[in-house]
């Protein structure tokens, strides 16, 4: 073995980043639950001992807390007053939940996937699946607070006007179908932007559902929006406007019978949007950091979820353009195109 020392110094130092980053994870979450964040953000430069009387925490550990924030960039100290701060940018992305950068959410994700490792690593061993139901309830809520704000930013804005013709149709009065509706985030704010338009979320997972009828409740959009539990494949409703699946068509064990199911169930003249991770068509195009992300959260969430229904075909968060419109061209759609894109999310429409 012939090891370049320049080359195992620059690998050590991407391990010690990694670790950090992986020591911070269980770090931010705290900050997010204690509200620490948000006190920061609306009081200013504060010592370790006023910040900890605001919030109602131990001074010791906060201090040390603290310092690990400001070691990893996610807190700025003024060395002068021994004082702690969030400039514009931290504050923007860890206290502000209507921010489109808003990023607890994704620790949230983080510290469920490693409540889940045991079962997956006995996955590997055995090939079977893990459900979705079956994470740790960090999954549910973490990953709600992670998309809505990207879908807060773009579905109304930029996603939904990019599809043909169809946002004149929901001005107007049309149905919409939210298929993989989760908390129900993706529904309210299609039902608060076209509020002459019907919308009916569905998703499989019973405690979910339940929790999208509280959350439209809550916006005022309980009238406007009905929840069901029902999979990509069974889901109610003919002479859908417009059927969505957010971030989850990759989840689906068998993801060309729900493209056959959405073909049915959709208008002459609809269109089914999907919303799927960011990718290339090759893995050499998705080794880049957000290729990572998207691969690690679907060897710990999306494969297993997938291998656990019927079919299992586990096409992975980084199936890529090509091959997902294979699928959903499986289904019976003849056109499918890409309608939009951010750096994390592509958005393909396909009609008949």
Same mark, same amino acid.
């Given at each position: 073995m012939a090891v370049d020392p320049d080359k195992l110094n620059a690998f050590m130092g991407k391990f010690v980043g990694d670790l950090g980053a992986g020591m911070h994870a269980a770090l &931010?979450?705290?900050?997010?639950?204690?509200?620490?964040?948000? &006190?920061?953000?609306?009081?200013?430069?504060?010592?370790?001992?006023?910040?900890?009387?605001k919030t109602g925490t131990s001074?010791?550990?906060l201090r040390e807390w603290l310092n690990a924030m400001a070691a990893g960039g996610y807190v700025s100290y003024d060395g002068a007053g021994n004082k702690y701060f969030l400039n514009d940018e931290q504050?923007?992305?860890?206290?502000?939940?209507?921010?489109?950068?808003?990023? /607890? +959410?994704a620790f949230q994700v983080i510290s469920a996937v490693f409540a889940s490792a045991p079962k997956i690593a006995d996955a590997f061993k055995s090939g079977s699946g893990v459900g979705w139901h079956e994470h740790h309830?960090?999954? *549910?809520?973490?990953t709600e607070r992670f998309f809505r704000p990207n879908y807060a930013a773009n579905l109304?804005?930029?996603?939904? /006007?990019?599809?043909?013709g169809i946002e004149a149709k929901l001005k107007k009065g049309g149905k919409i179908a939210d298929v993989g509706c989760g908390h129900g985030s993706s529904s309210i704010l299609m039902a608060q932007a076209y509020p002459n338009s019907?919308?009916? +979320?569905?998703?499989?997972?019973?405690?979910?559902?339940?929790?999208?009828?509280?959350? &439209?409740r809550g916006a005022?959009?309980?009238?406007?929006?009905?929840?069901?539990?029902?999979?990509?494949?069974? *889901?109610? +409703?003919q002479g859908y406007d417009l059927v969505t699946f957010f971030d989850c068509l990759h989840d689906m064990g068998d993801p060309a019978g729900a493209a056959k199911h959405v073909h049915q169930s959709l208008a002459q003249d609809g269109s089914w949007m999907v919303v799927e991770p960011m990718?290339?068509?090759?893995?050499?195009?998705?080794?880049?950091?957000?290729?990572?992300?998207?691969?690690?959260?679907?060897?710990?969430?999306?494969?297993?979820a997938s291998k656990a229904q019927e079919v299992g075909l586990a096409l992975g968060a980084q199936a890529g353009e090509k091959r997902l419109t294979e699928v959903i061209k499986s289904g019976g759609f003849k056109h499918v195109r890409r309608a939009a894109e951010t750096p994390f999310n592509l958005i393909l429409e396909a009609r008949r």
């Open positions: &931010a979450v705290m900050g997010d639950r204690l509200g620490l964040y948000k &006190a920061m953000a609306a009081a200013g430069p504060q010592t370790s001992s006023e910040l900890a009387k001074e010791r550990y504050a923007f992305t860890l206290a502000d939940e209507t921010s489109p950068a808003y990023l /607890p +959410g309830p960090d999954l *549910f809520v973490g109304v804005t930029n996603w939904i /006007p990019a599809l043909e019907e919308v009916v +979320g569905f998703d499989y997972h019973p405690a979910s559902i339940e929790t999208a009828k509280e959350r &439209a005022g959009v309980g009238n406007r929006t009905r929840f069901e539990v029902a999979s990509a494949k069974s *889901f109610a +409703g990718a290339g068509d090759t893995v050499e195009s998705n080794l880049n950091p957000v290729g990572r992300v998207f691969y690690s959260a679907s060897t710990m969430i999306c494969c297993p």
